[in-house]
């Protein structure tokens, strides 16, 4: 069975420093991998994913992750945060022909002035 | 382009009352569609999924159930609330193409007094 596991639950980080959100995952086969965001009673919204090819993904927001597959991990970074960055971000796993994703349990982002 | 909407937005009810909660995709046929909970500081949980019309799969027995009774239209039921079904509901869908990205609506804030 796949999991995903999120080791900071609660991460702080000042206005236009450098972010790094750590996920690791278990999974038999190649997985393919997300990033979510979550804003205060918001849904979640979609950073990026990754599913082949260049281990280094780019998404919107400003967010990049980079698949490590010796490492099991799949970590989301920033090089300036905003104060609008505050929020929950998710990890999850999928694999191909499976209609489910596995979800970590979040990291609480918050940005001190 | 899609877009998946979710009523209402917060719901107060009494234990032992009905629930109700509607989820609808728009701009595409045949989603995969999902419905999560989200309990207060912690993860999701993934409660029903499905992959066509009255095609439901549980994920967790509890007292809540699922139907799909057209195919863009998701929702969720209850006979009778308990208080731990308090928490923030999440439907999502998937375009159901082998390797499947959800998206999140904005979401159903339930209490239960």
């Known amino acids: 069975a796949q999991s995903v596991t999120q080791p900071d639950i609660h991460i702080t980080v000042s206005e236009g420093a450098s972010l790094e959100l750590r996920c690791n995952y278990s999974?038999?086969?190649?997985?393919?991998l997300f990033w979510y965001v979550q804003s205060p009673g918001q849904g979640l919204q979609l950073l990026l994913k990754?599913?082949?090819?260049?281990?280094l993904v780019q998404g919107i927001k400003g967010f990049e992750a980079e698949f490590k597959r010796s490492q099991s991990s799949f970590n989301l970074r920033k090089p300036s945060v905003h104060w609008s960055d505050a929020a929950e971000y998710f990890c999850?796993?999928?694999?191909?022909?499976?209609?489910?994703?596995?979800f970590g349990t979040g990291t609480r982002l918050t940005i001190i002035p | 382009s899609q877009t998946i909407h979710q009523w209402p937005a917060t719901l107060v009810q009494p234990v032992g009352s009905p629930l109700s909660l509607e989820c609808t995709v728009e701009?595409?046929?045949?989603?995969?569609l999902y419905w999560y909970r989200q309990a207060a500081g912690r993860g999701l949980q993934l409660l029903f999924y499905?992959?066509?019309?009255?095609?439901i799969s549980s994920e967790v027995p509890q007292n809540l159930s699922a139907s799909r009774p057209q195919d863009r239209q998701f929702i969720l039921s209850s006979k009778k609330l308990l208080l731990s079904d308090s928490g923030f509901y999440l439907c999502?869908?998937?375009?159901?193409?082998?390797?499947?990205?959800?998206?999140f609506g904005p979401g159903t804030r339930l209490l239960v007094l």
């Open positions: 999974y038999g086969a190649t997985p393919y």
């Open positions: 990754y599913f082949s090819g260049d281990t």
């Open positions: 999850a796993v999928g694999a191909q022909g499976n209609e489910k994703l596995t």
């Open positions: 701009g595409t046929s045949n989603p995969n």
């Open positions: 499905s992959v066509g019309i009255g095609q």
């Open positions: 999502a869908f998937g375009l159901g193409q082998g390797f499947e990205t959800q998206y």
